[in-house]
């Protein structure tokens, strides 16, 4: 199976902030990899695939680079509702993988 | 506008069988791939398995030989069972849609159902 690591587990920021989160995988994946958030108590809301491609309906603040094992979603100028958790998945190969998670919080 | 929702019982008994149904609106089930995830309390992601309108089936291998997916074109909804069901399959079990995407040849998730909690417990 392929890991998908998230770095760091958590994070702290301020509203208006610029936030990145890494995201590495066991083994190339191309592009195959994509972004989700999830509010407490909430399904998970999909917001990139294809590493860089937003998903229909979601702002460009969102961004993610990166190809091959490593991968990138920035944040820009966070709002309260941007505080969440999220998740990278990859979509390479079988079965597909989730990373850890990384909670953003309000500092 | 597409939307998933998961039914099914919320209490399943030890070494008994989960079934869950994802009856999906807004569009056809046809020409996508279907999904099972879940999320154990307090914890993260897990992929359960994927589904094709065709019959094609995915599992994850750490599940394979408990889960069967199927799909009902009639009633435009796609169904999980796992069976011997322990305390360790206690989560949320969301569905979710996976459409092709042209440019890379691959299908990637896109809408999402609210999720259902399943707790197996006597």
């Keep these: 199976d392929i890991q998908m690591t998230q770095s760091p587990s958590s994070l702290s920021a301020s509203v ?26 909430k399904a998970p809301k999909s917001l990139i695939y294809a590493a860089s491609r937003l998903q229909s309906g979601v702002p460009p603040k969102f961004s993610g680079s990166g190809s091959g094992t490593d991968f990138t979603l920035t944040i820009r100028s966070l709002q309260p509702e941007d505080f969440a958790t999220y998740y990278c998945q990859q979509y390479n190969s079988y079965p597909y993988t989730f990373g850890q ?5 309000i500092k | ?20 149904t994802c009856s999906v609106s807004g569009d056809s089930i046809n020409t996508y791939y279907w999904n099972w995830i879940r999320q154990p309390p307090g914890k993260g992601l897990e992929w359960i398995g994927s589904f094709s309108h065709s019959g094609s089936a995915n599992y994850n291998p750490s599940l394979m030989s408990r889960v069967t997916m199927s799909v ?6 796609f169904s999980l069972k796992l069976t011997s069901v322990s305390a360790a399959d206690t989560a949320v079990y969301y569905c979710a849609r996976a459409r092709f995407d042209d440019l890379w040849s691959t299908y990637y998730f896109d809408y999402w159902g609210r999720g259902t909690l399943v707790t197996v417990s006597s």
Excluded at chain 2, 1 to 13: D, K, R, T, W, Y
Aim: aromatic letters at 6%; a neutral charge.
């Design chain 1, 101 to 105: 998670g990384t909670k953003l919080e």
């Design chain 1, 16 to 41: 208006g902030d610029r936030v990145t989160i890494t995201c590495r995988a066991s083994q190339a994946i191309s592009s195959y990899l994509a972004w989700f958030q999830q509010r407490p108590g």
């Design chain 2, 1 to 20: 506008q597409v939307q998933l929702q998961e039914s099914g019982p919320g209490l399943v008994e030890p070494s008994e069988t989960l079934s869950l």
């Design chain 2, 72 to 77: 009902d074109r009639s009633k435009n909804q």
